[in-house]
C-alpha cells in the first residue's frame, strides 16, 4: 500500500539508495573539506517540511544535506489540539495530507517522512503503540535509505519517546520554543515538561534558538544557536511587485508569518486601523479562524512561497511585528521574520521581543501610542543611513554561517572520545 503513494521519481530515489554504498560514512571523501560529511541526520522537527515558511533547522538541515545524507521527520505533533480549536479541522486536514505523501525526496535534496502516528501523548498506551509505530516504519526507511548509526536531531519533546531505539552515534536537542505554554496543543503541561527534561538529560548538547531560552537555561551543556537570515535573498529586492498588494495603497504596514489568535495583537491592530484609517495593514501568511480582524484598511493576503516574499517587501513601507505583549509563549519567540525585514532595509517596528531588544535600527514599542508615534516617524524620516544599519546588523549572519557552525560543533561531539558535554 506504501509503494502507491510514492511517485516514479521517488522510486528510482530509493533504488538508486538501495544500489548505493553500505553507509554514507565510508563515502565522506566525497564531499570534500566540510566540517560534518559523509554523516547520516535524522531530525525530528516540530512542524511539517511542506507548510511553513523555513524554520532554522530547515534552513541548516537542506545545506548539510549537501554534504549529508538527511532523513527530515515531519511533526509527530505534540498531541491533537483542542477539539474547540477554531482550526481543528484544517490542521487534521493538512496532516492527512503529509500522510499521503509518507516519504518524498524534495528538491533540497534531503528526504522528507511524515510517519503514520497516534497522537495521544497523554495516554501510556497509546504512547507505547505510537512508539512501535514509529520505530517500524523509521527502521524501515533509514534501511532503504542506507541510514545506519545516525546523528539524532530532536526538536520537538514528544520524539523523546523514540530517539533512544534508532541507534545513533548522537543526539542533539533544538529547543525554539517555551513548550509547555504551546497553545497549539491540548497536552498536558507536566506531560510536555517531563519529555523535555528527559531529551535535555539525554542530548549531549541542547541549541537553544531563542536568546531568553538559552540566558534563563541552567544546564551545563547547552549552546546558542543563534537565528540567521538568507541575506542576498531579501537585502536585493526585486523591481516588480505581485498585482495583489500592489494594488493596496501606500502606506503599508506589513506583516509576514502566520497570523495565529494567541501570538497577534488584534486590540491594538483594530484601534491603530480606526486611529489610522489611512496606514494599510497587510498580513502575508496563513491566518486562524479564531482571529477575529476586519476593516477597509486590513488586508489579508494569505500564505506565499517563500521565493516571492522579496516581491512583497518591495511594496511594504514599515515591517511591522503587533505581538501579543502578555502572551508567555511569544514572550519566547526568536522570530526569524525579523531579521528578513532588517535584511531588506525598510524600518522595523515591533513589539519587546528579548531577542531584538538590542538590535541596532529596531523600533520597539511598548503600548498603543508608541506604536503609532514610532511609525509615524519611520514614514517621515527614516533616513539611508538608519537602513544601512539594520542591513549591517544581519549581513553577516546568513545561514551558509550557520550550517557550518552547526556542522562544526557536531563534528567536535563526535570526535570527543568520552562523549562528554559541549
Keep these: 500500500m506504501r509503494e502507491s503513494l510514492l511517485t516514479n521519481k521517488d522510486r528510482s530515489e530509493i533504488r538508486s539508495a538501495f544500489g548505493g554504498v553500505q553507509s554514507t560514512e565510508r563515502d565522506g571523501a566525497q564531499y570534500g573539506d566540510y566540517p560534518l560529511s559523509g554523516q547520516s541526520i535524522v531530525c525530528f522537527a516540530g512542524e511539517d517540511w511542506w507548510y511553513h515558511h523555513p524554520h532554522s533547522k530547515n534552513h541548516i538541515l537542506k545545506r548539510l544535506a549537501r554534504h549529508n545524507r538527511v532523513l527530515f521527520v515531519n511533526s509527530i ?25 509518507w516519504l518524498r525526496k524534495v528538491p533540497e535534496g534531503l528526504w522528507v517522512m511524515t510517519p503514520v502516528n497516534i497522537p495521544l501523548y497523554g495516554s501510556p498506551i497509546a504512547r507505547i503503540l505510537n512508539r512501535l509505530l514509529l520505530i517500524l516504519q523509521l527502521r524501515l526507511i533509514m534501511l532503504i535509505l542506507r541510514m545506519r548509526n545516525p546523528i539524532i536531531w530532536a526538536a520537538i ?32 503541561r507536566s506531560v510536555i515538561r517531563d519529555m523535555d527534561a528527559r531529551l535535555k538529560q539525554l542530548a549531549a548538547v541542547v541549541m537553544y534558538s531563542g536568546r531568553k531560552l538559552y540566558e534563563e537555561a541552567t544546564i551545563p551543556h547547552r549552546y546558542f544557536l543563534e537565528q540567521a537570515v538568507d541575506y542576498e535573498q531579501f537585502a536585493k529586492l526585486p523591481p516588480e511587485t505581485p498585482p495583489d498588494i500592489a494594488a493596496i495603497p501606500r502606506p503599508v504596514l506589513g506583516y509576514v508569518g502566520a497570523a ?56 511594504i513601507d514599515v515591517c511591522v511585528l503587533p505581538w501579543n505583549q502578555q502572551n508567555v509563549f511569544t514572550s519566547y519567540g526568536s522570530a526569524i521574520k ?16 528579548h531577542e531584538y531588544l538590542q538590535t541596532p535600527g529596531v523600533r520597539i514599542y511598548r503600548t498603543i501610542e508608541e506604536f503609532i508615534a514610532l511609525v509615524a516617524e519611520a514614514l517621515a524620516c527614516d533616513t539611508s543611513r538608519e537602513r544601512q544599519m539594520r542591513q549591517d546588523a544581519v549581513r553577516d549572519c546568513t545561514w551558509d554561517v550557520r550550517a557550518r557552525e552547526v556542522a562544526s560543533l557536531f563534528r567536535r ?4 572520545k568520552d562523549g562528554g558535554k559541549a
Design 260 to 315: 495565529d489568535w494567541y501570538t497577534i495583537d488584534a486590540p491594538l491592530i483594530e484601534r491603530v486601523s480606526k486611529l489610522r484609517p489611512d496606514w494599510q495593514w497587510v498580513f502575508i501568511g496563513g491566518k486562524s479562524n479564531a482571529l477575529k480582524l476586519s476593516g477597509p484598511n486590513i488586508h489579508f493576503l494569505g500564505s506565499k512561497p517563500y521565493s516571492e516574499l522579496p516581491g512583497y517587501y518591495r511594496h
Design 77 to 101: 505533533t505534540m498531541g491533537l489540539p483542542s477539539i474547540g480549536d477554531a482550526d481543528f479541522f484544517r490542521k487534521i486536514r493538512r496532516k492527512l495530507r503529509s500522510y499521503l505523501r
Design 413 to 416: 561531539l563526535i570526535d570527543n
Design 338 to 353: 525579523v531579521r528578513e525585514y532588517l535584511a531588506t532595509g525598510k524600518p522595523v517596528v515591533i513589539a519587546p521581543l
Design 157 to 188: 519533546p514528544t520524539a523523546a519517546d523514540i530517539v533512544s531505539l534508532l541507534g545513533g552515534k548522537l543526539l542533539v536537542y533544538q529547543v525554539s520554543d517555551k513548550y509547555d505554554f504551546n497553545e497549539d496543543s491540548a497536552l498536558s
